[in-house]
């Protein structure tokens, strides 16, 4: 083995054991850290129904809120949020940080995807080739030109659509086989070819399709044991060979794995949280060699934390005759953006946040908080650093991180 190799192997070898020891790391503050702090901070009105959460960087969130037809921004450090009023009637949903640090967003009445620069306070609107579409969760990833392009789901519209701002015809768009199927959340998965395999939600289907942009096919797997999931997330596993399509069900106490693998060996596994029923509204997923999953329980108003490792979970082989590949065309479509200048108002009293130290619940491999206030239904859930995790209190117009407590 020459010089060459051996660096890049005894390189390998060190990466990977630091991302064991992470991991494990993790794992272990993970299951020992039951009792948690809970920062929460009302955004500018209890009934503005915060929806989607983004971290960028240690002090910086922002957050969709849908009653109130705005974009929120918070730093944690001063304590001072910021919005951003939005053009009557978009009412903004899913919301993701592009690689440009753009906040990318849905507007589900209002028919567009979204652009809003935070530095410069313009927003550029892409409207959907079809009015009515519902345009409402979304995910990002960069072109082989290096430039941001953004898939997202048509609710209403029963499509899948890709954004590339860079392209004269920026809309593509694939429509979904099942009929009325209304798809919701979306996940960049794994590169296939010039194109990616994107993972989605049918929300009246009881399925999780996958568009692969490369051949033009979208498969759907039927999962008829679970009743309602609207988010999901693409994880590549530990060893780097395929990944699993995480998700919660927002109509009982589950969290799921999907593995596609194909249309002969194709498995879910799903645990049941403790709390019945939870309503597990989003799920975020720390991978390791056993994945870490916190998960947001929107009828029980808790957080909850699986440790796979732990967990009795329930494999369920899904039949082949529930896995359909079928052929499906593009449509391309030259829209005609719209941008404005929009006025980023300030609130002139420092929002104070509440701080409370509340002590888990586990079991079985779940650990499971409630948030301190009642009835706050949590819905997106997201992650900050290696210990904490942010999520958006729909019920009650607030903005929460939990992380460990130094009690």
């Not at 901070?41 to 960087?57: E, F, K, M, N, R």
């Not at 949020?81 to 507007?107: K, Q």
């Not at 008829?224 to 693409?234: C, D, G, K, L, T």
């Amino acid at each position: 083995m020459n010089a060459s190799r051996i660096s890049k192997f005894l390189l390998l070898a060190a990466w990977t054991t630091a991302h064991l020891l992470s991991a494990a790391v993790m794992a272990a503050t993970a299951a020992a850290q039951t009792t948690n702090t809970f920062t929460e901070w009302t955004t500018s009105a209890s009934a503005s129904q915060p929806l989607h959460v983004i971290s960028a960087g240690p002090t910086r969130i922002y957050f969709t809120e849908s009653a109130r037809n705005r974009i929120g921004s918070l730093n944690t450090a001063t304590n001072v949020v910021n919005e951003w009023t939005l053009p009557s009637g978009s009412v903004p949903h899913g919301l993701v940080l592009d690689s440009n640090s753009n906040l990318v967003f849905c507007a589900v009445t209002g028919d567009y995807l979204g652009i809003l620069d935070p530095s410069t306070n313009q927003l550029t609107e892409y409207p959907l080739p079809s009015p009515g579409g519902g345009s409402i969760h979304l995910d990002t990833t960069v072109s082989g030109a290096g430039t941001p392009i953004y898939f997202l789901s048509e609710s209403t519209g029963n499509k899948i659509a890709m954004v590339d701002p860079s392209s004269p015809t920026q809309f593509t768009e694939w429509t979904v086989p099942t009929t009325a199927s209304n798809p919701r959340g979306v996940s960049i998965g794994a590169a296939d070819g010039s194109g990616w395999q994107v993972y989605f939600v049918e929300l009246n289907a009881h399925k999780i399709g996958m568009l692969d942009t490369f051949t033009n096919q979208i498969t759907e797997w039927l999962l008829p044991q679970v009743r309602q999931a609207e988010h999901i997330h693409y994880v590549p596993n530990f060893n780097g060979v395929g990944g699993l399509v995480y998700f919660g069900d927002l109509a009982d106490s589950t969290v799921g794995a999907l593995d596609p693998g194909d249309s002969t060996n194709s498995m879910e596994t799903l645990w049941t949280a403790p709390t019945s029923p939870a309503g597990v509204a989003d799920v975020l997923v720390e991978q390791g060699a056993d994945p870490q999953i916190y998960f947001s329980e929107r009828t029980a108003s808790k957080i909850g934390f699986l440790d796979v490792a732990l967990a009795s979970g329930t494999a369920i082989p899904i039949p082949p005759n529930d896995v359909v590949t079928t052929a499906v065309t593009q449509t391309q479509s030259a829209v005609t953006p719209q941008s404005y200048q929009l006025t980023k108002a300030s609130i002139t009293a420092v929002v104070v946040p509440a701080v409370n130290n509340v002590l888990g619940t586990s079991s079985n491999g779940f650990t499971e908080w409630s948030i301190p206030t009642p009835n706050s239904g949590p819905l997106g859930i997201t992650g900050l650093g290696t210990t904490s995790v942010i999520f958006a209190e729909y019920n009650t117009g607030k903005v929460t991180i939990m992380g460990p407590s130094s009690r």
